[in-house]
């Protein structure tokens, strides 16, 4: 008997930019520093772990950024200003009750978003655009794979504290040093495996060839440098015979180049 393959199912979002404001910050690790926003988020939708914003930064000397207006063909800017740098980011936590929306910075490199985060203060304001949409993982899985590097820890981080009671969850987060690891509480039953590069553990593509994966009806979502995660994705195919559609891959970053993402398939 065939066995249908389960789907990403996407659902759209209102497109809205919004101002916010920095209402405190917390650093979760050496490497990655929570910032919690305020402001117009009556109506912010995130309906997926994966979902990404797009954050519109003001440049230097300015309070705020440049930001946009929305039109019937997307975001138009104000051609008499400076276009205002943009990231994006994930929503790591919502609270509709108390007005505040999180979001996780890595403090890495000397990117606009890294430096903006680093330099942040309560009352420190930026734009948000988005979420356009929401990717929703298939219902009913036996089990669920997560793998990923440090810039899809605020992912995998929520979609394993959302998880309920008895979900089988895999994960494999991979970090450049043992200090990005983080403190993750889930009701799943998950193992969760940290691989460090300055330790010289295996890196992701290896680790995932070598996974046991259990029986029945599973999904595999992945993302992080570019590179990497093209090889996860083959690995996927070719070492455990999962179906492209069982498999949601996608890059966040790519080596030597700034503002990368885009969801990886054939």
Not at 40 to 45: C, Q, V
Not at 92 to 100: I, K, L, Q, V
Not at 122 to 130: Q, V, Y
Request: proline fraction near 6%.
């Amino acid at each position: 008997m065939a066995t249908s393959i389960p789907e990403v199912r996407r659902v759209r979002h209102p497109l809205k930019v919004r101002e916010l404001s920095v209402k405190r910050l917390k650093l979760v690790s050496p490497r990655l520093l929570c910032v919690t926003f305020t402001g117009d988020l009556g109506d912010f939708i995130s309906a997926s772990f994966d979902d990404h914003v797009k954050l519109f930064l003001p440049g230097a000397g300015e309070s705020a950024p440049s930001l946009p207006t929305v039109t019937e063909q997307g975001m138009a800017f104000d051609p008499t200003r400076p276009r205002p740098a943009s990231r994006d980011y994930t929503p790591r936590r919502y609270d509709r009750a108390a007005n505040e929306l999180e979001i996780e910075f890595a403090l890495h490199g000397e990117g606009p978003a890294a430096s903006w985060a680093r330099a942040a203060r309560p009352g420190d304001r930026l734009g948000l655009g988005g979420p356009r949409g929401s990717s929703l993982l298939p219902e009913g899985l036996d089990w669920l794979l997560l793998i990923g590097d440090e810039t899809a820890l605020p992912a995998m981080a929520r979609r394993l504290e959302e998880a309920g009671a008895g979900e089988c969850i895999i994960a494999l987060i991979e970090t450049g040093s043992a200090d990005a690891r983080i403190d993750i509480s889930t009701a799943a039953n998950a193992s969760i495996t940290w691989l460090c590069r300055e330790s010289g553990d295996a890196a992701l593509p290896d680790a995932v060839a070598e996974l046991i994966l259990p029986e029945g009806h599973g999904f595999a979502w992945a993302a992080g440098e570019y590179g990497s995660i093209r090889q996860v994705r083959q690995r996927l195919i070719d070492v455990h015979g999962l179906d492209r559609q069982r498999i949601r891959a996608a890059s966040y970053w790519k080596q030597g180049e700034a503002a990368s993402h885009e969801t990886l398939t054939d």
